[in-house]
Nanobody, 125 residues
């Protein structure tokens, strides 16, 4: 079992920045592809970004591309999501997710085995 704990959410004005962190409870993190997803009330959870277990490849949604950056520090069992130029439509609960055992990154919710509890990001206009 892998536990994921997100932090770094909060309230920010449009155009501002936030950095989300997700720390895993086990060293199996180092072999896991990691993803960030977000969800607003009444909508399905949507893909934001993913990174392979090596950190060598990253993937972004169209909404995130050019504004968000995913990165990881395997020595700290932590993955980050740097979010710049935030917009009100980025308001959501953000979740990190893990896909262990050296599998590739994925855009799809069912492909991830473990999920954090989520952290709220609110962007005011």
């Amino acid at each position: 079992q892998v536990q994921l704990v997100e932090s770094g959410g909060g309230l920010v004005q449009a155009g501002g920045s936030l950095r989300l962190s997700c720390t895993a409870s086990r060293r199996t993190f180092s072999s896991a592809a990691m993803g960030w997803f977000r969800q607003t009330p009444g909508k399905e959870r949507e893909f934001v970004a993913a990174i392979t277990w090596t950190g060598g490849s990253t993937y972004y949604s169209d909404a995130a591309k050019g504004r968000f950056t995913i990165s990881r520090e395997n020595a700290k069992n932590t993955v980050y999501l740097q979010m710049n130029s935030l917009k009100p439509e980025d308001t959501a609960v953000y979740y990190c997710a893990a896909r262990p055992a050296y599998r590739s990154g994925s855009y799809y919710v069912p492909d991830y085995d473990y999920w954090g509890q989520g952290t709220q990001v609110t962007v005011s206009s």
